[in-house]
T-cell receptor, first 116, second 111 residues
Framework: DTAVSQTPKYLVTQMGNDKSIKCEQN?????MYWYKQDSKKFLKIMFS???????INETVPNRFSPKSPDKAHLNLHINSLELGDSAVYFC???????????????FGPGTRLTVL | GNSVTQMEGPVTLSEEAFLTINCTYT??????LFWYVQYPGEGLQLLLK?????DKGSNKGFEATYRKETTSFHLEKGSVQVSDSAVYFC??????????FGSGTKLNVKP
């Protein structure tokens, strides 16, 4: 039973198109994230949502818009795709432990986005 | 601010060699520290963690000790296997689920 799932696993599209990546977690966690991993494996946080509210919004272009319909889902919509958006996008979730201490993040399998 | 620095890779070792991947951090107070592993084509998964100074995290033969005096959390394994080939990430966690990742270290283990 998959804890954090993402669809699609691969996404190939043309420049200028709009696309979405979906993420679902069945762990009951309150916080979900989107990360971007470049070709050198560098991992960059994009967004963090806690109970459907945006907590972290790093300096990403406003072409990227996260949407959280409920606390188990965090989707990523990308408008006007550019070549530089090609990367692997990871969804993750976590739950604070007692006292607000950070706890383990659980990552999805990733979505490899290729913009042609 | 908060940040994590880990040694650049790739690190190439022969099977059964000793592994150390260095990780140092910058943070105020008492963050939690994590090591994640990413196998080819997969997402990251937790390898081990430590939540306070002098804690030792361990899993699958890997160990790391939270050293506040040197602000370090170095990953070690006594005898690596080919199956340990992966990218390893050191990460720091703060309250309210804020996480900071190192740049990753690729490990190649040759038979």
């Amino acid at each position: 039973d998959t804890a954090v799932s993402q669809t699609p696993k691969y996404l190939v599209t043309q420049m200028g198109n709009d696309k979405s990546i979906k993420c679902e977690q069945n762990l009951g966690h309150d916080t979900m994230y989107w990360y971007k991993q470049d070709s050198k494996k560098f991992l960059k946080i994009m967004f963090s949502y806690n109970n459907k509210e945006l907590i972290i919004n790093e300096t990403v272009p406003n072409r990227f818009s996260p949407k959280s319909p409920d606390k188990a889902h965090l989707n990523l919509h990308i408008n006007s795709l550019e070549l530089g958006d090609s990367a692997v996008y990871f969804c993750a979730s976590s739950q604070e432990s007692a006292g607000g201490r950070p706890d383990t993040q659980y990552f999805g399998p990733g979505t490899r986005l290729t913009v042609l | 601010g908060n940040s994590v620095t880990q040694m650049e890779g790739p690190v190439t070792l022969s099977e059964e060699a000793f592994l150390t991947i260095n990780c140092t951090y910058t943070a105020t107070g008492y963050p939690s520290l994590f090591w994640y592993v990413q196998y080819p084509g997969e997402g990251l998964q937790l390898l081990l963690k430590a939540t306070k100074a002098d804690d030792k995290g361990s899993n699958k033969g890997f160990e790391a000790t939270y050293r506040k005096e040197t602000t370090s959390f170095h990953l070690e394994k006594g005898s690596v296997q080919v199956s340990d080939s992966a990218v390893y990430f050191c990460a720091l966690g703060r309250n309210f689920n804020k996480f900071y990742f190192g740049s990753g270290t690729k490990l190649n283990v040759k038979p």
